[in-house]
């Protein structure tokens, strides 16, 4: 294995690693501050779908995803997900079909800023394997890590936003948001958009908190 290639994998696997390991550090500096002070959930199942512009890989797609939060402790979250989607190629010519599956997991971070709203971050390892019509298969493992706040604007609603930085094939950088609606105590529905160079999406979920 040559030195760029050795210097592509470190960049790509072991720094987004490292900054996981380093989330339960940050959590003992923040050990002093009530995080659930704002009684977020952070431990939770949901289902969704969403459509629009992705880049890994880089095509337009329906997608269905289920997605997972458990707490480990006063601050500290793991999260998981899998998706499938499918669609066609927006680069190339001939523009292909594509499907495939995304599969992450990770850790997350939150501490309250101040009344009703909470810091929140983390970060994901995640594998995509994509079947291109005629052209074989791909599959790409990077890292998405993502930085935020959660606000809650009323007793029955609640808004996310903040930025992104998705490195798995492509890398992609920008600006993720979200809004729920407690329809009864356990249950949400939702709907989330994610603005970038490359990608464009829009979806709608519903959240089943325990």
């Given at each position: 294995m040559n030195v760029r290639r050795m210097a592509h994998w470190y960049a790509r696997l072991v720094v987004p690693g490292l900054a996981l390991l380093s989330l339960p550090a940050l959590a003992q500096e923040f050990e002093q501050l009530p995080s659930r002070g704002n009684d977020f959930s952070f431990q939770y199942l949901q289902v969704g779908f969403e459509a629009g512009d992705i880049e890994n890989p880089r095509s337009n797609v329906n997608n269905f995803f289920f997605d997972g939060s458990w707490e480990l402790d006063e601050?500290?979250?793991?999260?998981?997900?899998?998706?499938?989607f499918d669609g066609r190629t927006r680069r190339g010519r001939p523009?292909?079909?594509?499907?495939?599956?995304?599969?992450?997991g990770g850790l997350g971070f939150n501490t309250p800023l101040e009344q009703d709203l909470d810091l929140v971050l983390s970060g994901d390892l995640v594998r995509v394997r994509a079947r291109f019509e005629d052209a074989g298969s791909d599959s790409e493992v990077g890292f998405d890590l993502r930085g935020g706040v959660?606000?809650?604007?009323?007793?029955?609603?609640?808004?996310?936003g903040g930025a992104f930085h998705e490195n798995i094939d492509r890398s992609?950088?920008?600006?993720?948001?979200?809004?729920?609606?407690?329809?009864?105590a356990p249950v949400?529905?939702?709907?989330?958009?994610?603005?970038?160079?490359?990608?464009?999406?829009?979806?709608?979920?519903?959240?089943?908190?325990?």
């Open positions: 601050h500290l979250f793991v999260r998981g997900g899998l998706s499938y523009r292909l079909d594509v499907d495939g599956h995304r599969i992450y959660r606000y809650r604007a009323t007793e029955r609603v609640e808004l996310s992609e950088l920008g600006l993720y948001g979200e809004a729920m609606y407690q329809m009864n949400k529905a939702g709907a989330r958009l994610m603005l970038g160079g490359d990608v464009t999406t829009f979806g709608l979920f519903g959240r089943y908190d325990f």
